[in-house]
C-alpha cells in the first residue's frame, strides 16, 4: 500500500536527491545495506517535515524501511527542484542511535522529536 504522507513526486524527487548520497551510520553493528530506496521500499513514516531555509525548503523524513533499515532523509529543494538542489541520507539499524546521533538539534526540532534528557532551547 503507497503512503500517502510522501505518495506525491516531490518526495520521490527529493528521495532520488537524497539517494544519490546515502550513507551507513556507523556502529557496533553496521552490517546492513546503504543501497537506494524509493517511496516503494518505505514500510513506515516516522515523521516528515517542509520548512523554509535560507538556501531554500528543507525537505525532512524519517523512515522504516521493509527491509529493517531506518533512514533520515535531508534535502534543500532550490527553486522548483532546481539542479542545485542538494540532499542526503542516513541509513542505520538502530533508530535511536539514529535519531540521537544522526540528526542534529535543528533537525530534530523541525521535526518534532525530543530526546529524553535533552532540553530545548
Not at 516503494?40 to 529493517?68: M, N, P, Q, S
Request: glycine fraction near 10%; aromatic fraction near 8%.
Amino acid at each position: 500500500m503507497a503512503n500517502t504522507r510522501i505518495n506525491t513526486t516531490d518526495w520521490e524527487t527529493a528521495l532520488a536527491i537524497a539517494t544519490r548520497n546515502i550513507r551507513r551510520q556507523h556502529g557496533p553493528s553496521s552490517d546492513y545495506s546503504a543501497d537506494t530506496f524509493t517511496s516503494k521500499h518505505i514500510a513506515h513514516v516516522a515523521c516528515v517535515a517542509e520548512a523554509a531555509g535560507d538556501d531554500g525548503d528543507r525537505w525532512l523524513g524519517l523512515f522504516r524501511l521493509y527491509d529493517g533499515r531506518f533512514a533520515f532523509v535531508n534535502v534543500v529543494k532550490v527553486g522548483n527542484w532546481d539542479p542545485a538542489s542538494m540532499g542526503s541520507c542516513l541509513v542505520s539499524n538502530d533508530p535511536g542511535r539514529l535519531i540521537s546521533l544522526g540528526l542534529d538539534r535543528d533537525e530534530r526540532e523541525i521535526l518534532g522529536i525530543s530526546i529524553s534528557g535533552s532540553r530545548r532551547h
